[in-house]
């Protein structure tokens, strides 16, 4: 036997990348997470988009909550963005979570608080009268004074200079103040700086830009015109 020849190893096959579905809806926020992870990656995936109104019946046996958005994942469901979010990350690179595992933790946090603070947004869309306008107004003010200490002083991002995972669940979270501001006097960003600049390069960042169509603020203008409240009125002047 020739001992000097090396056995030849075999070849690594490439884990192929799994087709990627998107079930999603025009406006949703946390479907716009999704996109943007998606984009920051670099994975191709299709978006099918539903109406939640009207659900149709293959997505009720994908979703056990009946929300958007779902990973379709070679067909097999994925929900809560969340976790959708935390999969990609692990399926390609680059990393957006970061390597720290307490800094990882406390980021995880954060993105339960852009929920919260996208539940206060849905509060202050559909309030039905003044104080309770003016009650999630105040709310807000709360969580956006919160996310202004948090923030990292030098930017651009959540963390500094990695576009991580904070970043995408907020992305959406900005989109809604560009209508929000032309329908009342709502000063949230306007004595924190780092809030500001936040926004602004979240709004230049092109992963966030493609999370929504190019309608996108024609529908959620019609979609809050027809909530019934009073954001709606002043939307209808
Ligand atoms: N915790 C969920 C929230 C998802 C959610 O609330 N999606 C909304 C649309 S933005 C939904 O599908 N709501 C159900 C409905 O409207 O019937 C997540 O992070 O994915």
Redesign the pocket.
């Known amino acids: 036997m020739d001992t000097t020849t090396p056995p030849s190893l075999p070849t690594p096959t490439p884990t192929p990348t799994p087709t990627l579905v998107l079930v999603s809806?025009a406006?949703?926020?946390?479907?716009q997470?999704?996109a943007i992870v998606l984009a920051e990656k670099g994975l191709p995936f299709e978006r099918r988009d539903i109406d939640?109104?009207d659900?149709p019946a293959w997505f009720l046996a994908v979703?056990p909550?009946?929300?958007?958005?779902v990973l379709l994942v070679d067909g097999q469901p994925l929900?809560?963005?969340?976790?959708?979010c935390e999969y990609l990350d692990e399926l390609a690179a680059p990393r957006l979570h970061a390597d720290d595992a307490l800094v990882r933790a406390r980021e995880r946090g954060w993105m339960e608080f852009g929920?919260a603070t996208?539940n206060a947004i849905a509060g202050l869309y559909n309030a039905p009268d003044e104080p309770a306008l003016a009650r999630w107004q105040a709310d807000l003010d709360g969580k956006f004074a919160q996310v202004e200490q948090a923030l990292a002083a030098d930017g651009p991002w959540f963390a500094g200079d990695r576009f991580g995972l904070v970043d995408a669940a907020f992305g959406p979270v900005f989109r809604y103040l560009d209508l929000f501001e032309r329908l009342g006097d709502f000063d949230w960003l306007r004595q924190r700086p780092r809030l500001t600049a936040w926004r602004r390069a979240l709004a230049r960042r092109t992963s966030v830009q493609g999370a929504v169509a190019a309608d996108y603020p024609q529908r959620l203008a019609a979609f809050v015109r027809a909530r019934g409240s009073v954001l709606s009125s002043r939307a209808l002047r």
């Not at 406006?27 to 479907?31: G, K, N, Q, T």
């Open positions: 809806h406006l949703c926020p946390y479907v997470r999704a939640l109104s659900k979703s909550l009946g929300k958007t958005p929900f809560e963005s969340a976790a959708i929920s996208l």
